[in-house]
């Protein structure tokens, strides 16, 4: 689980997705297209979660008028948490069947 090559693994799908988020600094634009867009799902996660039920992941409780409420400092450690848990499992995922290949 917590093997070497799934810490590779991992610390690679983070910097993938860092390195893709990075035009959004100089081209604000750029979270507009579709590649954008589905950059944003993790942030956007946040949404879905509230209306899920659980508390606390919005600003004024998610009440913010026309507007879309920013996430509280618990719901960002909460998405944070929630995507790099999806990405070890990836990440562990992929490291198995590496594995199995190499052995072969």
Known sequence: MLKPLTLKLLALIVVCYGLL???AMFWPEYLDSPPGLLLLVPYLSV?????LGIPGLLEHNGLCGW???SP???GV???VVF???IA???AWGLA???SRFRRR
């Open 72 to 74: 509280t400092a618990f």
């Open 67 to 69: 507007g879309w409420c």
């Open 96 to 98: 198995v069947l590496l």
């Open 77 to 79: 450690i909460f998405m």
């Open 88 to 90: 070890w499992a990836l």
């Open 83 to 85: 995507w790099l848990t």
């Open 21 to 23: 988020l990075l035009p």
């Open 47 to 51: 949404l879905l979660f509230h209306q």
